[in-house]
């Protein structure tokens, strides 16, 4: 396949990491060309200097041959405008943009982007992006990750590990039989910084972080047997009232109108734009490091806290000083990839990568065919995989045992109508099944490779 990424800042550089890993014809456009010149040196992608949204430009990047663009730069016009270019000139069959600004996204002016205007095929806003995975992580308290999957059917939860939890030094094959009848299987660790993709014999250890998919049904079981019990949160505390702030906050009254929210919000214009928006929220004007404006929110008696300011230090510090007046539990906005591995030992809970998150979006909408959602997990660690075994898969039809997958990657669930199966040696994937697997991302290519005609991705 053949993409052309516009915008080459974090996003971008990660959305064209990705493709290239996968031996995707990649050309970056950047007005910058000390970015143009870090991103050729370090990736096996073409790049080019200039505005992407003007037609020589779009030319030179090949624009005339490509499958995909993918408009990811920092300004929202240029993002529309270089798909309405690449449309009308040259024809590309999928648009991708990023459009950040909420008054584009009102569904009042949804039309704004239909073919007849401006032709785009997938609108991603990181705010909301963001905003809903919060909200994922709010409805399993203990778990630093969530990811919903076969129509709410199965999920996949992320857990650290501390001393008490009971599962501690266990080889994984024996969770069969200490929970027989929990549809459980874990498809990834992360220990001391190092992605792990198990097998029957590893055991996890205090400290790991264990990713595992479940049963929707069974999700309170599985997280008490591994050590985590806590409850919903009743009383939150969101820090930042900018587009995330506010449409996380305006989703938590439409969906929990018996908690209590509260915003804390530097600007005093802002805060008062956002107290006319919201009906029942409690918006405080206020530094979030100030510890008397967290006195005055009454931090110490929140169950969690959620910061998402528009400055990283901004975010962890006044996460960390929360915690400190006694508040539980902390998500936490972080936009550079350098601080995500020191989450853990400071003592935040949950962090939250814009950067990621957009990343998993738009890889969802370059697999083609029967491929129903794509989540990447952590930075370069593997992608989740939901997709529907057609009757000519080598998946189908014989026991898990006899199939031929590449090394790294783990099925996880299968769903037959209402009925989700953990796969074990036995078990036979039938035809119209969904799928979950997990792939690492060294063999995601082997994983298409292998099910190129299969599975229809291309």
């Not at 992608?45 to 990047?61: F, K, N, T, Y």
């Not at 100030?290 to 806290?305: F, G, M, R």
């Not at 936490?332 to 998993?360: F, M, Q």
């Not at 370069?380 to 039809?397: C, D, K, N, Q, R």
Request: charged share 20%.
């Amino acid at each position: 396949m053949k993409v052309i990424v516009c915008g080459a800042g974090q996003v971008g550089f990660n959305i064209a990491r990705h493709l290239a890993q996968e031996n995707n014809d990649v050309t970056v456009i950047d007005q910058s060309p000390e970015l143009i010149r870090r991103i050729s040196d370090t990736l096996d992608v073409q790049g080019v200097v200039g505005h992407a949204s003007r037609p020589d430009v779009l030319e030179r990047a090949g624009a005339s041959d490509s499958d995909m663009i993918v408009a990811v730069t920092y300004a929202d016009e240029a993002n529309m405008i270089a798909c309405q270019v690449a449309h009308s000139l040259f024809d590309i069959p999928t648009k991708i943009a990023r459009v950040r600004h909420q008054s584009y996204l009102q569904p009042m002016w949804a039309n704004l982007f239909s073919r007849e205007h401006l032709p785009i095929d997938v609108i991603i806003s990181p705010e909301i992006e963001v905003a809903r995975a919060v909200m994922r992580r709010l409805q399993v308290p203990g778990a630093f990750e969530m990811i919903a999957l076969a129509g709410d059917r199965v999920k996949l939860l992320g857990v650290r590990l501390d001393e008490q939890c009971p599962l501690i030094n266990t080889p994984l094959r024996q969770l069969t039989q200490l929970f027989p009848d929990l549809n459980i299987v874990v498809i990834g660790l992360m220990r001391a910084g190092e992605a792990v993709v198990p097998s029957g014999e590893d055991e996890m250890l205090a400290g790991d972080e264990v990713y595992f998919v479940v049963d929707a049904s069974q999700q309170e079981r599985a997280m008490a047997a591994f050590g985590h019990e806590e409850t919903e949160a009743r009383r939150l505390l969101i820090f930042g009232g900018g587009n995330i702030g506010l449409f996380l906050a305006g989703e938590l009254e439409r969906t929990y109108p018996n908690l209590n929210v509260k915003v804390v919000e530097n600007n005093a214009e802002r805060a008062q734009t956002i107290a006319g928006h919201l009906k029942t929220t409690m918006v405080i004007h206020g530094d979030v490091l100030d510890s008397e404006i967290l006195e005055e929110a009454n931090a110490a008696i929140t169950e969690t806290v959620i910061a998402v300011t528009n400055d990283d230090e901004t975010n962890i510090l006044s996460s960390l000083l929360a915690k400190r007046m006694g508040c539980e539990r902390a998500i936490t906005l972080i936009n550079k990839g350098a601080y995500e591995p020191l989450i853990s030992s400071l003592g935040i809970d949950v962090a939250v990568s814009p950067r990621n998150i957009t990343v998993s979006t738009i890889i969802q909408h370059v697999r083609r065919g029967r491929i129903h959602s794509v989540h990447a997990l952590r930075d370069g660690f593997g992608e989740l995989i939901e997709a529907e075994a057609l009757e000519t898969s080598p998946l189908v039809g014989s026991p898990l045992r006899e199939v031929n997958l590449p090394q790294g990657v783990l099925i996880g669930a299968i769903v037959r109508g209402e009925e989700v199966i953990s796969p074990r040696g036995h078990t036979v994937i039938q035809a119209k099944d969904r799928v979950v697997l997990f792939a690492k991302a060294s063999v995601i290519r082997k994983v298409e490779a292998l099910f190129s005609v299969q599975l229809e991705y291309f």
